[in-house]
Structures are given as C-alpha cells and as structure tokens.
C-alpha cells in the first residue's frame, strides 16, 4: 500500500518499561515503531531522535496535508447537520469567514495562536465568534477522524474567546400596557399569533408550524411538535422543545374565533397559512416581522422582534411570583441556567415595589 500523505508519526509512553517510542506507518500499512528516548529524557533530545526519524520515513515526500476548503466539502457530505436551521447557520459562516480567511491553508497550518488572532480582530459579537470557533474545532476533529492529521489534543481547544456571554443589546421586555397597545394595532391572523405567543412563550419557528391537529380541544393543551425556518419544516430545536403546553380557555376561544374566520381549517392545515401558498406553508418570518414592527411603531413601541415575546413570557412568570422550576417547564428549558441567565429580566415596576417596600421597612420606626 503506497503512503499517501506525509508521516508524522506520534510518541506513545510505555508506563511498564517508562520508555518512549515513535511510530509510524510503512508503506506496506505495517506499523513500525522505535525507540526515542525514556521518561527522564530531556524532552530537547527526545524531539530531536523524532525529527531524525521522521525526516528518515518521509524522505521524497511532501509534507502538504489536505487545504481547508476541500476538507470543508467532505465533512459537508458527510458530518454537516440534518437540520436545515443549524446546515444553514454551518454554510454561512463557512462562506463568509473561514473559507475566506482558510480555504487555501492546510488544515494543519491553522495554528491556534493565528485563529485567536483572527476571531479577536472580527468585528463580531462574543457568542459570534465562539461559533466560528466551534466549527473551526469540529473541522480539525473530522481531519483526526479522517486520519489527515494524526489523532491528538484538537488545537483549537487552546484558543480563548472573551465576551461570550456578554450582550451586544439589552434584552427588551413589554410591560403590560405596551403589550395592550400592540394588540389593539395588529389584525387577524396576527393578532392571534401575537396573544399565543405572550400566551405561551412560543419561538416564532415553533409558531408559525402549528397546525389545528395540535390543539386539544377538550384537553386545553397544544402540542408543540415541529418548527418551521425559511419555510423548510422541521424538528423543534431541542427534543426537550417538544412538549404540551396548557392553553387557557381565554386563550381557546380566541384560536375557535380565528378558525372561524380562517379558510384553511382542516386538521392538517397551518393555523396560520398563507393566503398567498393556498395554504400549503404558514405566512413567511419576514413578513410577520415587518406587520409586527409596523404595528408597533403605531403603537409606539421601539425595539420589538418576534423573540421579544418569549423575554416577556419568562419576565411575566417571574413577575406573577411563578416557581423558577415551574418557568423552566413552561419555557421548555432542558437547563434551569438557561431559564435564569438568559431569558427575561426584571419587571421595573417589581424592582420599585420592592425597593419601596425595603426603604419602608428601614425606616419604620422601633
């Protein structure tokens, strides 16, 4: 079997004889091995017996390994993800910034020093480049799986990200009368979508998939099974994502009163179908947000997205005095942290009330 790539061999212990040895392949595929040095070697000599050999073994050969972007197209056909929201998020920053930056260096050339260079110098969020850091890493992972670089510490583990955690934006909540205003601006079937929603902490994703068939009448409950991104329907994002919610009865007969108006409402039809698709797909993302952000400009609401309702459930629930484990159920957290630390914040007028309540107490005369 002739080698096709350069040898660079590793150095494996011996805990019984505490000797070292480096091994390689011939090019029958035979594994060779042989001696370098023992535990109390200076680690100067015992490179130096390696370079020797490996320069020995390689002698004619190149020592390129395979570029980044053809790397790329192979962990694509056969490690990229299923799920379209996560393939598309993968092909995007491939196309934007690693291929760029990467596709002409070999894989074993993309040193960790240089990467956290790179992601420090990208004018991106925290949680961005820890992203872009995840991939790089899953790409040297499938360069050791594919035997392109022997198999060892992944370098990209030595890389540091600062900021993951810190928000580029301050997470908007809607207090009650703003969320009253909003409602009073927003027509059917939007209308709806917004009060399920606030009702329930839905992703617009997990929304806009409903169909009929997943609301239980004489249960009160909905099924939250499937999610749909740029009108490609798939599973939820987490397995713990697919669950069944209770639904008020306040909040059924504002569904009965849509389906009532609604001309798709068949069992399998979307409760939110699109006139336009004849009701084979739900109304699209960008134009549910462009209705949403026009109605809240008359309504005078700044700041608003189809995520600010999940903020404001996990907030309303906080406010109302909701057990924190109860909240995480609710909002369908497989992590308690994530409930916590990520979503909702404090209601302003809680933190008034509170801190009322504390000065009154201070002050009370004893």
Known sequence: MKRARYQRGTVDADPR?????????????????EYVGDFSSPKRLVEAATE?????????ESEQTERVSSLVERWKREKM????????????RL???????????????VRPREAELWLKQLRLSGK????????????????????EIPVGRN?????????????????????????????RELKEPFYTMAIVAACCGLR???????????VDWLGRKLRVERAIVMQHLGDCKTIGSQKNLPLADEVLAILRSWREQSAFTDPQHFIFASPVQIGRLPWSYPHVIRVLKAAAMRAGIDRIGTHTFR?????????????????????????IRTTMNVYGDVMPEDMRNAHDRLAQKVLEPV
């Open 17 to 33: 004889t505490r000797k070292l040895y480096f091994r390689w392949y011939e090019k029958s595929g035979k594994r060779r091995a």
């Open 52 to 60: 020797a050999i490996r320069h020995r073994i390689n002698a004619g």
């Open 81 to 92: 993800s299923d799920r379209f929201s996560t393939s598309r998020s993968d092909q995007s």
């Open 95 to 109: 196309r934007n910034h690693i291929l760029p930056k990467w596709g002409d260096v070999p894989i074993c050339e």
């Open 128 to 147: 961005s480049r820890a992203h872009l850091k995840s991939l790089l890493s899953r790409l040297y992972d499938y360069a050791m799986f594919v035997e």
């Open 155 to 183: 370098p990209m583990e030595l890389v540091q990200i600062k900021g993951v955690s810190r928000r580029t934006r301050e997470i908007r909540i809607l207090m009650w009368e703003e969320f009253s205003r909003l409602q």
């Open 204 to 214: 617009v994703s997990e929304l806009l998939a409903l169909k009929w068939d997943d």
């Open 311 to 335: 903020h404001s459930f996990r907030s309303w629930l906080d406010s109302m005095g909701t057990p924190i484990a109860l909240q995480q159920k609710l909002m369908r957290h497989s992590d």
